[in-house]
């Protein structure tokens, strides 16, 4: 603290009271990431429950009768293209071109809706047999973690088409700039989230 | 704000065009994450659906190309560098995993001591009986 006591004469201060410049949603970025990993949070704890309960069948069907791999195996390539050109969307942005960024956030809004049509075929056919999500403590679980995940898509691609509605009235601004990045960080995380569902849901799954 | 506060360097904020700092993304690195998360998909997938392996080796294996599939897509998508916002980003995920790896590995220690020390069932549940519900 001897650096502060430069004087005798002078108050020694505190606290800073000037105020710092800030530019506008200089710390965006850093406050999306923080709530993205809140929401890493939630969707561990939906693992956990799905590692605990996921063994607990009732006398009900098992994964293995209930997952077909080539259904997911599609899934999960139409979620890895919509984040492959969401990337090209970016990039786009970088370059400055509006209608790129809009062309290529058009498209992955619709590897999105394939995805989440692909997801709603899997819980309705499989509901349609009788293994809903009342059957047992593991489809419980399953439902919960696989469908808060579909939840996630469905936001982001309401927030991608608001984005595009954005872009359209107001161009390349740097607040829709932001929101291009905090959507693609959004987007990409739900991809991450994805590669734990495979695994440990499908792929674990028909293994055990 | 007080006159003293600006700061000196090549970024003044009163200009109206201060640009917030933003990942630099670039072809490279989106297409070099695509294909390798391409494989990181396929070979578990191709592992599981013509099951070369023993049903343990298998998951393992696979348990091990998620965790890298992870760490290619928080690189080469989500430009995650020990730089990026002043190393915060780091950090708040370095955090985030210590609570995750608590409570997952808690709760599986928990609840498997849990099930262990339950009176047995008189019946135990298996996948064999289930083929009639389908």
Known sequence: ?208 | MSPNSGQTGPHHAADGHHEIEMPHASMRDYVIGFLLSVILTAIPFWLVMTMPLSAGTTGAVIMGFAVVQIIVHMVFFLHMTPKAEGGWSLTSLVFTIIVVVIMLAGSLWVMHHLNTNMMPMPHEPTSQTTSQVL
């Open chain 1, 1 to 208: 603290m001897t650096a502060n006591a430069i004087t005798a004469d002078e108050p020694v201060a505190f606290y800073d009271l000037d105020e710092h410049a800030h530019p506008e949603g200089h710390s965006t970025m850093l406050g999306f990431w923080i709530y993205l990993m809140s929401d890493c949070l939630i969707f561990a704890i939906l693992f956990a429950c799905y590692a605990v309960l996921g063994g607990s069948y009732a006398a009900g069907p098992a994964p293995k009768d209930l997952f077909d791999l080539k259904l997911i195996a599609l899934n999960t390539a139409m979620l890895l293209f919509s984040s492959i050109t969401y990337g090209f969307a970016v990039l786009q942005m970088q370059q400055g071109r509006v209608k790129g960024v809009q062309l290529w956030l058009g498209v992955t809004g619709l590897f999105g809706l394939a995805f989440l049509g692909i997801e709603l075929y899997e819980f309705h056919h499989l509901i349609e047999i009788g293994a809903g999500p009342q059957r047992s403590a593991f489809l419980s679980s399953f439902f919960t973690l696989v469908g808060t995940h579909g939840l996630h898509v469905t936001f982001g691609i309401i927030w991608l088409v608001t984005l595009m509605v954005q872009l359209s009235k107001h161009g390349l601004i740097a607040a829709n700039k932001r929101r291009v990045m905090c959507l693609s960080m959004f987007w990409h995380f739900l991809d991450v989230v994805w590669i734990g569902v495979f695994t440990f849901v499908y792929l674990m799954g028909v293994l055990r």
